[in-house]
Structure formats: structure tokens, C-alpha cells
Nanobody, 115 residues
């Protein structure tokens, strides 16, 4: 069983920055593909960014050049650095771990961007 605990959400003005953190349990964090997803009210959950075990990253077109994702194996933590935030980035952000094709989710953290 893998547990994911997100932190770092909050209220920020447009143009501001936030860093989300996701701490993972388990002994083999280095073998987890990790990612961030988000869900805005009335919308489906969508991919924001992923990072695989080799460090390769994938970003949604809407966040390219503004967000970055990285992982710290020693801390078993994955981060989402968000810059130049826009009101349309407002959503609940969820951490995801994909292990042998099984998905694990965190409880979510709210990000609200005011205009």
C-alpha cells in the first residue's frame, strides 16, 4: 500500500507562484512514476505533469513553460513548481503514483488563483 500526502496549496494572486509537495510512503519510491493532476469545479480530472523513473517529464500544453516537476528520492517527495499562475489554474491538485500499472492518489490540495 502506498500513501501520498500533498501540501502547499493555497490562495495566490494571478502571476504568483506556489510549490506543491507530495510525500510518498513505501520503500521503492525510485520505481514509482509520479504525477500531478487537477480537477476544477464541473470539469473532469486532467493531467498536469508527470515524471517517470528516469526523470523524463510530460506537461499539459496549458502549463508548459510555467510549471516544472521534479522528485527528491532521499525525501520520497515529488514537487510541482507553479509560476505565472492564472485564474484558470484554480483547481484541486492531486498527486498520483503509478506502480506496475496501479494508480494511487493523494487526498488533493486546493489551489485558488485570484484575478
Amino acid at each position: 500500500q502506498v500513501q501520498l500526502v500533498e501540501s502547499g496549496g493555497g490562495l495566490v494572486q494571478a502571476g504568483g507562484s506556489l510549490r506543491l509537495s507530495c510525500a510518498a510512503s513505501g520503500r521503492t519510491f525510485s520505481s514509482y512514476a509520479m504525477g500531478w493532476y487537477r480537477q476544477a469545479p464541473g470539469k473532469e480530472r486532467e493531467l498536469v505533469a508527470t515524471i517517470n523513473v528516469g526523470g523524463r517529464t510530460v506537461f499539459a500544453d496549458s502549463v508548459k513553460e510555467r510549471f516544472s516537476i521534479y522528485r527528491d528520492g532521499a525525501k520520497k517527495t515529488v514537487y510541482l513548481q507553479m509560476s505565472s499562475l492564472k485564474p484558470e489554474d484554480t483547481a484541486v491538485y492531486y498527486c498520483n503514483a503509478n506502480i506496475l500499472s496501479r494508480n494511487y492518489w493523494g487526498q488533493g490540495t486546493q489551489v485558488t488563483v485570484s484575478s
